[in-house]
């Protein structure tokens, strides 16, 4: 094994050659490149696979989508890995058109259809286009000569945020509304009209969807989600997709049913750009830490007639394809995971799946280039190259025609192009549902009848034909290709269609009911309202929750009161979003407000969340406050969140407290919200009152008092109460320690000087544990952040320690705003630290540009026994200020911390081999060791804490490569959601670590021990992402080789039941 295969890609001058993408046109499968060697993927017996496309034709494919015609549009990665700006600086990637000219099932011919893209992932053909998302906008692309490559391109939405590692706009999807749709990562959107106004900013993640000419753009939900990547429809036109990281710690890969309206995990700010409607909604399938990708609901059927409508999912991880079976559940889904492919080589990573015509699927496998936050590719492998693999039956027969070529659909009369929806072939319906729409109105008459069929398929694609003739009739500036009618010629077919999809509301099919009310919901029809108002008593769940969002978008304050008593009803918290949704979407307050008066506790819940969040919708303490003393836990709980957000009740929250604390079950379930409401609350006289007594009743939980003093440690500078001296003083004295802790952590956050007295004999008290002493010292002193000079003496001290007592020592001097004495003093210490507390100790020396102490700090790191474990990228970080004079010497030393870099690429090579004959046993007791520190940051099962990710299943996606890696070179790839950041804060403070949760008002930083400490969001002046992990650097050298290897071999042997 070579050590190039560890050489990163990135750096613009090793990218600027591949911008030349050749165009390669042959008649024959040219001959694949000498480097390609086919993956050896296993599928179910019965199945093959088969090469559909390798290097020339393409190199690095991530996505595919076929047109009309058979030709497949591929979106092609040049092999980099770039920033945003390097993207859009070089352009090096591109969409490449490949055919199948003799129909033998490889493609043969392969021409750059456009070149010069950031980084385009996925397509949507639609009337002689292909629409794409290459952020940070998404475009239309026309080949208007047929040449082949597309000499028209018109951004039609923009513009998005992104950074290049993938978590951006992936799309295009085509809707069966005929609607263009779309995902966006988390970074962020910004929507300007001509004039240059700003029509929609928001940060967080949101799916999209738009006409073929960019107009009528709609939001339709969204989250704190890292990456929702692909969606894909049901026939009934149900939205479901794949989104990487919907929740974290663990990190939980999902495949969602994407609800109007909808609010998504993880992070909580999205909240506030948002209407939520109380919990977050979940997702339908949990896949695990798999790095899910593209998706596509099989519709054919061909190679097994049970499979049609399941969905096939990519994972990029693990080098598979699932299948997943979905059923019906309340008015959502479960579902059923099934294997379908798999490839045991870790550098086939599959991105993306697409049926063809006659059944058959194209497998897209990207290879080995992508390592921006992946962490089964810590290093570009760009000379891997990807493929396109078919998969199809053994047996499979041959379908003529399959996409309907031969048929001449203009010469069709209305009559014998509607028989075409009962097609077998499901391209040629497709394209039978795209032509019937752009007939219009004189076919309508013609598929009124159609819907008559017995064929429920059949009865559902007239819905979608009339749907999509609603959305033509509506673009302001028409798609090119696409017919111009006159006013009059719209509003007749409008009115025709409309009355179509009226009628399929009482078709005796719950499928095309529930396709009429997701038509309905998209274009609305005031006309169909009283129906839809009889719907919201329907047995079908489903059939409820659409139909409540078409009266919701319907917007008229006369289904209001039906919507209420539909609350009562919900079958679960899906429908119970629809309803609440519709009800915030209609905006009457007054109409709204007579739900709080049921005698029913689901109506008044939805009512007051309802009003909670619409415009106007006023909801006063008054109203809230019986809910949150409610015996009725929903309401409680909703009513309680609601509450926590309204500062400006606080005079109302003794009784608010007093009532959840006196309910355990609210303790355990509303901890967070309970904590922040008493801390923002504790100048409050009654609630000041309520925490004394709390504190000092022998017979209160102790869950519940230390929820007291949480909250006191996060308040600002409150004046102790008299209430509180007492019971607090009693722990203060107490033996046991955690007593204290929790006691002097409180102190930390109230002023404290009639405790002075006690904290400095505290801190004096050499047989206490150093860093409770510095608690109490810092305490006394008032002064979060800084360290005293007494305070640093005792850290000092216990660097040499043992193990974790020396580490949380050399972090609690890396995050403290140390004066310039201090620097000066610490900097000798720096030559003798270990690996595990140099990367803590240099920390400090990162915000100076005093020339004396950069050179006491060069000086020390000169002759720093650890030095080159610290990681390149944070020593750069800590000199990148320096004076200019002392540049030359800070430049020796990060040469001498990249050569020591290089030297671990070697030895990797060297471990690897040892791991085959390693033993997982003696690797898990090492794991757990505190020789190791593994288990101080990850978990295992329900051993270990989880400031790094959860290891339960690593084995599952992960090669002994891919954890050596991770294990010698921590920063080499962060883990998406997990990256470090470094956090400058008004009290001169520099905390570095990763954001474990964040509220509106909240930052709660994770550090490499101990518990998130929560951080305002006012007292943070700067916030900077890092490059460097809080995992430390070096950490295998406290290992013997063969220890390492047990390790790693154990870490393999932690797979999925």
């Given at each position: 094994?070579?050590?190039?295969?560890?050489?990163r890609?990135?750096r613009?001058?090793?990218?600027?050659?591949?911008?030349?993408?050749?165009?390669a046109?042959?008649?024959e499968?040219?001959?694949?490149?000498?480097g390609?060697v086919?993956q050896?993927i296993?599928?179910?017996?019965?199945?093959?696979v088969?090469?559909?496309?390798?290097?020339p034709?393409?190199?690095?494919p991530?996505?595919?989508?076929f047109?009309?015609?058979?030709?497949?549009?591929v979106?092609?990665?040049?092999?980099v890995?770039?920033?945003?700006?390097e993207?859009?600086?070089l352009?090096?990637?591109?969409?490449?058109?490949?055919e199948?000219t003799?129909g033998?099932?490889?493609?043969d011919?392969s021409?750059?259809?456009?070149?010069?893209m950031?980084?385009p992932?996925?397509?949507?053909?639609?009337?002689?286009?292909?629409?794409?998302?290459?952020?940070?906008r998404?475009?239309?692309?026309e080949?208007?000569d047929?040449?082949?490559?597309?000499?028209?391109?018109?951004a039609?939405?923009?513009t998005f945020?992104?950074?290049?590692?993938?978590?951006?706009?992936?799309?295009?999807i085509?809707?069966?509304?005929?609607?263009?749709?779309?995902?966006?990562?988390?970074?962020?959107?910004?929507?300007?009209?001509d004039?240059?106004?700003?029509?929609s900013?928001?940060?967080?993640?949101?799916?999209?969807s738009?006409?073929?000419?960019?107009?009528?753009?709609?939001?339709h939900c969204?989250g704190g989600?890292?990456n929702?990547?692909?969606v894909?429809?049901?026939e009934?036109?149900?939205?479901?997709?794949?989104?990487?990281?919907?929740?974290?710690?663990?990190?939980i890969?999902?495949?969602?049913h994407?609800?109007?309206?909808?609010?998504?995990p993880?992070r909580e700010?999205?909240?506030?750009?948002?209407?939520?409607?109380?919990?977050?909604l979940?997702?339908?399938?949990?896949f695990g830490?798999?790095a899910v990708?593209?998706?596509?609901?099989y519709?054919?059927?061909?190679?097994d007639?049970?499979?049609?409508?399941d969905?096939?999912?990519?994972f990029?991880?693990?080098?598979?394809?699932?299948r997943?079976?979905?059923?019906?559940d309340?008015?959502?889904?479960?579902?059923?995971?099934?294997e379908?492919?798999?490839?045991?080589?870790?550098?086939?990573?599959?991105?993306?799946?697409?049926?063809?015509?006659?059944?058959s699927?194209?497998?897209?496998d990207?290879?080995?280039?992508?390592?921006?936050g992946?962490?089964?590719s810590q290093?570009?492998k760009?000379?891997?190259?990807?493929?396109?693999?078919?998969?199809r039956?053994?047996?499979?027969a041959?379908?003529?025609?399959?996409r309907?070529e031969l048929?001449?659909w203009?010469?069709?009369s209305?009559?014998?192009?509607?028989a075409?929806?009962?097609?077998?072939?499901?391209?040629?319906?497709g394209?039978?549902?795209a032509?019937?729409?752009?007939?219009g109105?004189?076919?309508?008459?013609?598929?009124?009848?159609?819907?008559?069929?017995?064929?429920?398929?059949v009865?559902?694609d007239?819905?979608?034909?009339?749907t999509?003739?609603?959305g033509?009739?509506?673009?302001p500036?028409?798609?090119?290709?696409?017919?111009s009618e006159?006013?009059?010629?719209?509003?007749?077919?409008?009115?025709?269609a409309?009355?179509?999809?009226r009628?399929?509301?009482s078709?005796p099919d719950?499928r095309?009911r529930?396709?009429?009310c997701?038509s309905l919901a998209t274009?609305?029809?005031?006309e169909?309202?009283?129906?839809l108002?009889e719907?919201?008593?329907?047995?079908?769940a489903?059939?409820?929750r659409?139909?409540?969002?078409?009266?919701g978008?319907?917007?008229?304050?006369?289904?209001v009161?039906?919507l209420?008593?539909?609350?009562d009803?919900?079958?679960?918290?899906?429908?119970?979003?629809?309803?609440?949704?519709a009800l915030?979407?209609?905006?009457?307050?007054?109409?709204?407000?007579?739900?709080l008066?049921?005698?029913?506790?689901l109506?008044?819940?939805?009512a007051?969340?309802?009003l909670?969040q619409m415009?106007g919708?006023?909801l006063?303490?008054?109203?809230?406050?019986?809910?949150a003393?409610?015996?009725h836990?929903?309401?409680?709980?909703?009513?309680?969140r609601?509450?926590?957000?309204?500062?400006?009740?606080?005079?109302?929250?003794?009784?608010?407290?007093?009532?959840?604390?006196?309910?355990p079950?609210?303790?355990?379930?509303?901890?967070d919200v309970?904590?922040?409401?008493i801390?923002r609350?504790l100048?409050?006289?009654?609630v000041?009152?309520?925490v004394?007594?709390?504190?000092?009743?022998?017979?209160?939980?102790?869950?519940?008092?230390?929820l007291?003093?949480?909250?006191?440690a996060e308040?600002?500078?409150?004046?102790?109460?008299?209430?509180?001296?007492?019971?607090?003083?009693?722990?203060?004295?107490?033996?046991?320690?955690r007593?204290v802790?929790?006691?002097?952590a409180?102190l930390?956050?109230?002023?404290?000087?009639s405790?002075?007295?006690?904290?400095?004999?505290i801190?004096?008290?050499?047989?206490?544990?150093?860093?409770?002493?510095?608690?109490?010292?810092?305490?006394?002193?008032g002064r979060?952040g800084?360290?005293?000079d007494?305070?640093l003496?005792?850290?000092?001290?216990a660097?040499?320690?043992?193990?974790?007592?020396s580490v949380?020592a050399a972090?609690?001097?890396?995050?403290a705003?140390?004066?310039?004495?201090?620097?000066?003093?610490?900097?000798?210490?720096?030559?003798?630290?270990?690996?595990s507390?140099?990367?803590?100790?240099?920390?400090?020396?990162?915000?100076?540009?005093?020339?004396?102490i950069?050179?006491?700090?060069?000086?020390a790191?000169?002759?720093?026994a650890?030095l080159t474990l610290?990681?390149p990228?944070?020593f750069?970080?800590?000199i990148?200020?320096?004076?200019?004079?002392?540049?030359p010497?800070?430049?020796r030393?990060?040469?001498?911390?990249?050569?020591?870099?290089?030297?671990?690429?070697?030895?990797?090579?060297?471990?690897?081999p040892?791991?085959?004959?390693a033993?997982?046993?003696?690797?898990?007791?090492?794991?757990f060791?505190?020789?190791?520190?593994?288990?101080?940051?990850?978990?295992v099962?329900?051993r270990?804490?989880?400031v790094?990710p959860?290891?339960?299943?690593i084995?599952?996606?992960r090669?002994a490569?891919?954890?050596?890696?991770?294990?010698?070179?921590?920063s080499?790839?962060?883990v998406r959601d997990y990256?470090p950041?470094a956090f400058?804060?008004?009290d001169g403070r520099?905390?570095?670590g990763?954001v474990?949760?964040?509220?509106?008002?909240?930052?709660f930083?994770?550090?490499?021990?101990?518990?998130?400490?929560p951080?305002?969001?006012a007292?943070?002046e700067?916030r900077?992402p890092?490059?460097?992990?809080?995992?430390?650097?070096?950490?295998?050298?406290d290992?013997?080789?063969s220890?390492?290897?047990?390790?790693?071999a154990?870490?393999?042997s932690?797979?999925?039941?």
């Amino acid at each position: 094994m070579k050590n190039d295969r560890f050489q990163r890609i990135g750096r613009i001058a090793g990218c600027a050659a591949l911008l030349l993408v050749g165009r390669a046109e042959a008649a024959e499968p040219p001959s694949p490149d000498p480097g390609f060697v086919p993956q050896a993927i296993s599928v179910p017996e019965g199945f093959v696979v088969e090469v559909a496309a390798a290097p020339p034709l393409v190199a690095h494919p991530t996505f595919a989508t076929f047109d009309d015609r058979g030709r497949l549009f591929v979106s092609e990665n040049a092999g980099v890995n770039l920033s945003a700006e390097e993207l859009e600086q070089l352009l090096p990637n591109s969409v490449r058109m490949l055919e199948d000219t003799d129909g033998d099932g490889r493609f043969d011919k392969s021409v750059v259809f456009a070149d010069k893209m950031t980084f385009p992932m996925g397509g949507a053909w639609h009337n002689g286009a292909l629409y794409v998302a290459s952020p940070p906008r998404i475009w239309r692309l026309e080949d208007t000569d047929g040449d082949g490559v597309a000499d028209k391109r018109d951004a039609i939405v923009g513009t998005f945020g992104y950074t290049g590692n993938a978590a951006s706009i992936h799309g295009c999807i085509s809707g069966p509304d005929g609607r263009l749709y779309w995902c966006d990562g988390y970074h962020g959107h910004e929507f300007t009209d001509d004039a240059g106004r700003i029509t929609s900013k928001r940060e967080g993640s949101y799916l999209f969807s738009c006409l073929p000419d960019g107009s009528d753009v709609r939001i339709h939900c969204g989250g704190g989600m890292d990456n929702p990547v692909e969606v894909d429809f049901t026939e009934e036109g149900e939205m479901l997709g794949t989104v990487n990281i919907m929740y974290t710690r663990p990190r939980i890969d999902c495949l969602v049913h994407w609800q109007h309206g909808g609010t998504y995990p993880h992070r909580e700010q999205i909240l506030n750009e948002w209407k939520e409607t109380g919990e977050f909604l979940g997702p339908v399938h949990r896949f695990g830490h798999v790095a899910v990708s593209g998706t596509q609901r099989y519709r054919s059927g061909a190679m097994d007639a049970s499979w049609r409508d399941d969905f096939l999912v990519t994972f990029f991880n693990s080098g598979k394809v699932v299948r997943v079976v979905l059923e019906p559940d309340g008015a959502s889904y479960r579902a059923v995971q099934r294997e379908f492919l798999a490839c045991l080589n870790r550098d086939f990573h599959p991105t993306d799946v697409a049926e063809d015509a006659d059944g058959s699927l194209i497998i897209v496998d990207t290879g080995g280039w992508f390592y921006r936050g992946c962490p089964t590719s810590q290093f570009a492998k760009p000379e891997v190259p990807g493929a396109l693999y078919r998969v199809r039956r053994a047996d499979a027969a041959k379908i003529d025609d399959p996409r309907g070529e031969l048929i001449d659909w203009p010469k069709l009369s209305n009559a014998s192009l509607a028989a075409f929806l009962a097609d077998s072939r499901f391209a040629v319906r497709g394209r039978a549902i795209a032509e019937c729409a752009n007939r219009g109105e004189p076919i309508v008459p013609v598929l009124r009848h159609a819907a008559r069929d017995r064929d429920v398929s059949v009865r559902i694609d007239v819905v979608w034909a009339c749907t999509r003739m609603i959305g033509g009739s509506m673009a302001p500036r028409r798609a090119a290709g696409s017919s111009s009618e006159p006013a009059p010629t719209r509003d007749a077919t409008v009115a025709a269609a409309r009355e179509a999809i009226r009628e399929a509301l009482s078709d005796p099919d719950a499928r095309v009911r529930r396709t009429a009310c997701r038509s309905l919901a998209t274009y609305v029809d005031p006309e169909a309202m009283a129906r839809l108002r009889e719907m919201l008593q329907e047995d079908s769940a489903p059939i409820r929750r659409e139909a409540a969002v078409a009266l919701g978008r319907l917007r008229d304050a006369r289904s209001v009161p039906s919507l209420l008593v539909a609350l009562d009803r919900a079958a679960d918290r899906t429908e119970e979003h629809a309803v609440v949704y519709a009800l915030i979407e209609i905006g009457d307050p007054s109409a709204t407000r007579r739900g709080l008066a049921s005698d029913r506790p689901l109506i008044r819940r939805g009512a007051m969340l309802a009003l909670d969040q619409m415009d106007g919708g006023d909801l006063t303490a008054d109203e809230v406050v019986p809910l949150a003393a409610s015996d009725h836990a929903p309401s409680q709980s909703s009513a309680a969140r609601i509450f926590e957000r309204r500062p400006d009740w606080t005079g109302r929250s003794a009784e608010v407290i007093e009532g959840l604390l006196a309910n355990p079950s609210s303790i355990d379930s509303l901890t967070d919200v309970i904590r922040r409401l008493i801390a923002r609350s504790l100048s409050d006289e009654g609630v000041a009152t309520l925490v004394g007594r709390s504190l000092a009743d022998p017979g209160a939980p102790a869950s519940v008092q230390d929820l007291l003093l949480a909250a006191m440690a996060e308040s600002q500078g409150v004046p102790a109460h008299k209430t509180w001296i007492a019971p607090i003083e009693g722990r203060l004295a107490s033996a046991d320690s955690r007593r204290v802790e929790s006691a002097l952590a409180a102190l930390g956050g109230l002023q404290a000087e009639s405790f002075k007295a006690r904290l400095l004999e505290i801190g004096a008290d050499a047989s206490r544990p150093v860093l409770l002493r510095v608690a109490a010292l810092e305490a006394a002193a008032g002064r979060r952040g800084d360290l005293t000079d007494a305070s640093l003496d005792l850290l000092i001290g216990a660097l040499g320690a043992g193990p974790n007592a020396s580490v949380e020592a050399a972090q609690r001097i890396g995050r403290a705003s140390l004066n310039k004495n201090q620097l000066v003093r610490l900097a000798p210490l720096l030559a003798s630290a270990s690996p595990s507390q140099l990367p803590e100790l240099i920390g400090p020396y990162r915000s100076t540009t005093d020339p004396r102490i950069a050179a006491a700090f060069l000086a020390a790191m000169e002759n720093a026994a650890s030095l080159t474990l610290v990681a390149p990228h944070q020593f750069s970080d800590v000199i990148l200020r320096y004076p200019q004079d002392l540049l030359p010497a800070a430049n020796r030393l990060l040469d001498r911390v990249r050569q020591a870099e290089q030297a671990k690429l070697a030895k990797l090579d060297h471990l690897l081999p040892l791991v085959e004959h390693a033993d997982p046993a003696r690797g898990r007791d090492l794991f757990f060791a505190e020789k190791s520190k593994c288990a101080t940051c990850h978990r295992v099962g329900d051993r270990g804490t989880r400031v790094g990710p959860d290891l339960t299943t690593i084995g599952s996606n992960r090669a002994a490569a891919d954890l050596l890696e991770s294990i010698v070179f921590p920063s080499a790839t962060l883990v998406r959601d997990y990256e470090p950041f470094a956090f400058a804060l008004t009290d001169g403070r520099l905390l570095t670590g990763l954001v474990a949760r964040e509220t509106g008002d909240t930052v709660f930083i994770q550090q490499q021990t101990g518990d998130p400490t929560p951080i305002r969001a006012a007292d943070i002046e700067q916030r900077i992402p890092g490059s460097v992990s809080i995992m430390p650097n070096g950490l295998e050298k406290d290992l013997s080789e063969s220890e390492l290897a047990d390790v790693v071999a154990f870490l393999l042997s932690l797979k999925l039941p």
